[in-house]
T-cell receptor, first 117, second 113 residues
Framework: GAVVSQHPSWVICKSGTSVKIECRSL??????MFWYRQFPKQSLMLMAT?????????EQGVEKDKFLINHASLTLSTLTVTSAHPEDSSFYIC?????????????FGPGTRLLVL | AQSVTQPDIHITVSEGASLELRCNYS??????LFWYVQSPGQGLQLLLK??????LVQGIKGFEAEFKRSQSSFNLRKPSVHWSDAAEYFC???????????FGGGTRLMVKP
């Protein structure tokens, strides 16, 4: 149980285009999902908290107009990197909390590697 | 605000040897503590967690961790390391009100044959 998937697993795009990353909880409903960014050989940096049916809460320094988050259902959150630039290249990981586990445990997706040329 | 420190950036152990990865946290209340493992290019897998009760918690893959409040530590241990344990290990603390996690910087484990 508590499986989280991400799609795509990796993407290469041209500078200036937008990229959408999906995060799905496969066997549970997640009212809250989280989006992280990880640079090579570094720890995870929380970007935003995604709440189903409401606006995402962004961490300080994260541009909400740059990183659009939509949590339209209890099993799906999307992160759209708008007008991507090479500095947006990174590993993006989502996680979801399983209410059945008391909401305190986050289960992580496999990550999406984004390369902006 | 909470913080997590993993003092060892890299650790190398021989296969079959014991392992201890250190984790120290700073948090005002009783913390929720986690250890995750990440293989290259992969997401994070939960190894174990501590919420309350017995301070020695057992996890998957033969790992265990001990919560020591007096030392603000939650060190991860394994009695005999396997080559497949080579990975990046992250300690994290969760806040009480919501369920946001704060991660340590990670420890990269290498296993010598």
């Amino acid at each position: 149980g508590a499986v989280v998937s991400q799609h795509p697993s990796w993407v290469i795009c041209k500078s200036g285009t937008s990229v959408k990353i999906e995060c799905r909880s496969l066997d549970f409903q997640a009212t809250t999902m989280f989006w992280y960014r990880q640079f090579p050989k570094q720890s995870l940096m929380l970007m935003a908290t995604s709440n189903e049916g409401s606006k995402a809460t962004y961490e300080q320094g994260v541009e909400k107009d740059k990183f659009l988050i939509n949590h339209a259902s209890l099993t799906l959150s999307t992160l759209t990197v708008t007008s991507a630039h090479p500095e947006d290249s990174s590993f993006y990981i989502c996680s979801a909390s399983d209410p059945g586990q008391g909401r305190r445990t986050q289960y992580f997706g496999p990550g999406t590697r984004l390369l902006v040329l | 605000a909470q913080s997590v420190t993993q003092p060892d950036i890299h650790i190398t152990v021989s296969e079959g040897a014991s392992l201890e990865l250190r984790c120290n946290y700073s948090y005002g209340a009783t913390p929720y503590l986690f250890w995750y493992v990440q293989s290259p290019g992969q997401g994070l897998q939960l190894l174990l967690k501590y919420f309350s009760g017995d301070t020695l918690v057992q996890g998957i893959k033969g790992f265990e961790a001990e919560f020591k409040r007096s030392q603000s530590s939650f060190n991860l241990r394994k009695p005999s390391v396997h080559w497949s344990d080579a990975a990046e290990y992250f300690c994290a603390v969760g806040e009480n009100a919501g369920n946001m996690l704060t991660f340590g910087g990670g420890t990269r484990l290498m296993v010598k044959p």
